[in-house]
């Protein structure tokens, strides 16, 4: 019977693996052998000293800053009121944070580009005007900030929830509690060192959203690392893929040193 | 602000129960009053606009179904119809391919390969939009290396299609459906099999009478899932065919970036909102059917 299973498993996996590494084998082939000129690693050179590139990257990772900083000071909170003292509230708190997941991005961006609209045509003699100008400022975009935070919301409620059913909040709060600890204290360093893999976890997802949103950036107009790339595009076929390949490998080593914590508090915590 | 409240009312309070439920309130606010605002807000601008006709003449605006008969109309139609065919057939498909090898690495002994393709496949699904397009541009494009040294474009090959964008899709939805079925397969107990062996049940007849009926909810769920990102996906399309493939999220662009006629500025918030109406129903069904398969699997 096993012997059965194993005749077909490597074909299966083996199909697998050559659909998935081609198109990365091609890619890096693509841009160190140009036609007509050899072996180059001339693209992979240029790259850091072509126009754009350095600002994109720092717009891009600074919105990947602050975005995390926002979403975790909004979820933390309350989830951990959700296992504490609102339980009533989870199911609002569930459909809050699927919602994104019903709207597209394209069509949020859709709503967001018409709301911005507002700022010229009906407010533009009200102090909100202000506020409209200042977060479509083109050095940091707080209006891609607001909207990175409502999409990472799905992903950041399902890390912090997984990490909170793995420890039982209550005991540790209550502990803390009766140990004279006031309620910051008592969260500050009693359940959050406690959720240190889900917080990582909750980070690193969003870092790989931001640094590879283009949707809504493009169509608002600004110009972080994932439009950049689409921009060169045009122009510089083998700096563009050579880009690409860069930026797979950086997410993909953001992503894998996830799941290696994520494996490394499993077994943490089984052991 | 929060915190000081929250200590106020702690000196005071002297019932434990209102100790905890006070904090608990006030922690789950600014999350909420957050979303109102950010995504509220341009919901239901979106909705608003959907529905409201500015008159050319007068400059008046009015509320009417205009807009939304116009984005079931004509390339508008066409967009949509292709969107919906496109996410279809990649979503049999993905399934389809995603399956056997969720059940290759289940079955398989070693842990090794297990850790390896789940991590493998968390790390693809997430992977989209401009650099994989690219990725295949360089790979499958008319100047790519394979389309090159296989000579792919006498024979017809074309990246910039339909074919060629399911192509694409599945490089992130193979992986998304190995990640969504192996917690199924994994429920699939020896002891169900040993059993139905017992009574005298063939293999196949074990997987008609058992294990399918146990799979049924995750496989359509996961169906539903693939379907549901592959119609939502904007950034990989538009890197790649630009506009050769009639797609919904291409019309949406380009009519949020101007490209439409006077007067039918909103047929872009129109379209959204039909895209949001597929989305939902897409959640509608991938819900319940998430909640019956964990029944399944935590029992």
Redesign the interface.
């Known amino acids: 019977m096993a012997r059965r299973v194993n005749a077909w498993r490597w074909p299966v996996l083996g199909f697998a693996a050559l659909y998935f590494l081609v198109p990365l084998a091609a890619s890096v082939v693509f841009t160190v052998d140009v036609p007509g000129r050899g072996v180059t690693f001339d693209a992979y050179r240029r790259i850091v000293s072509t126009e754009g590139f350095t600002t994109s990257l720092l717009l891009s990772l600074e919105l990947a800053l602050v975005t995390i900083a926002l979403v975790l000071l909004l979820m933390v909170p309350a989830v951990v009121a959700l296992r504490l003292g609102a339980p009533r509230l989870r199911p609002v708190v569930e459909v809050v944070c699927s919602l994104p997941l019903v709207v597209p991005p394209i069509a949020f961006v859709a709503g967001i580009s018409t709301v911005l609209k507002w700022g010229p045509e009906h407010l533009s003699r009200t102090p909100l005007f202000q506020t409209f100008v200042a977060v479509q400022n083109p050095d940091f975009p707080f209006v891609l900030v607001l909207a990175y935070v409502v999409m990472a919301l799905p992903f950041v409620y399902r890390a912090l929830d997984a990490g909170l059913r793995a420890i039982d909040v209550r005991t540790l709060v209550e502990a803390a509690r009766s140990c004279g600890a006031a309620w910051p204290q008592a969260l500050l360093r009693a359940v959050l060192p406690n959720l240190r893999g889900a917080l990582l976890n909750a980070s690193f997802l969003t870092l790989a959203l931001v640094l590879g949103e283009f949707t809504v950036a493009q169509l608002l107009g600004f110009t972080p690392f994932a439009v950049w790339i689409y921009s060169i595009g045009g122009s510089q076929a083998q700096l563009s893929v050579a880009v690409s390949v860069l930026s797979l490998l950086v997410t993909w080593a953001l992503l894998l040193t996830l799941a290696g914590f994520g494996g490394r508090t499993k077994t943490a915590s089984r052991g | 602000m ?2 000081t409240l ?2 106020a009312d ?1 000196v005071s309070a002297a019932s434990p129960k209102r100790r ?9 606010v ?3 009053a ?2 109102a ?3 509220g ?6 909705l608003n ?1 959907a529905f409201t006709v500015k008159d050319q003449v007068s400059g008046a605006t009015s509320y009417s179904t205009a807009n939304l008969t116009r984005s079931l109309d004509g390339a508008y139609l066409t967009a949509l119809v292709g969107s919906v065919k496109l996410s279809a057939v990649c979503a049999v498909l993905g399934a389809l391919l995603g399956l ?2 969720a059940q ?2 289940v ?2 002994r070693s842990r090794a ?1 297990r ?1 390896a ?1 789940l ?2 496949s ?3 699904a ?6 994989l397009a ?7 494009g008319n ?4 389309t ?1 040294h296989l000579g792919l474009g006498e024979k017809g090959w074309n990246l910039y299609s339909f074919g060629g964008l399911v192509l694409v899709y ?2 992130f939805l ?1 992986p998304l459906m190995v990640l969504t079925i192996t917690p199924a397969l994994e429920g699939l107990r020896t002891q169900w099999r040993e059993a139905a062996r017992n009574n005298g049940a063939t293999g196949a007849q074990y997987w008609r009478h058992v294990a399918l009926p146990v799979l049924a909810p995750s496989l359509l769920g996961g169906l539903v899932l693939l379907f ?1 990102s592959a ?2 996906a ?2 990989t399309a ?2 790649m065919v630009g506009s050769s493939v009639p797609l919904v ?1 291409l019309q ?2 380009d009519a ?2 101007g490209n439409v006629l006077v007067g039918q500025e909103n047929v ?2 129109a ?3 039909d ?2 109406l597929v ?2 129903v897409v ?1 509608a069904v991938y ?1 319940p059917l998430q909640r019956r398969s964990a029944r399944w699997l935590d029992a």
């Open positions: 929060t915190a929250t200590r702690v905890r439920r006070a904090p608990g309130w006030l922690a789950v600014p999350l909420l957050f979303t605002v950010a995504f807000v341009p919901a239901l601008a979106m606009g056997p090898i290759a690495v079955t398989s390969l850790e393709v991590t493998a968390g790390v693809l997430n992977f989209g939009g401009v650099p690219f990725a295949f541009v360089a790979t499958l100047a790519g290396v394979l090159r599945l490089y193979i549901g119609f939502a904007y950034a538009a890197a999220t949406i662009a949020i970036s872009a918030l379209l959204s909102l895209m949001v989305a939902g959640m819900l």
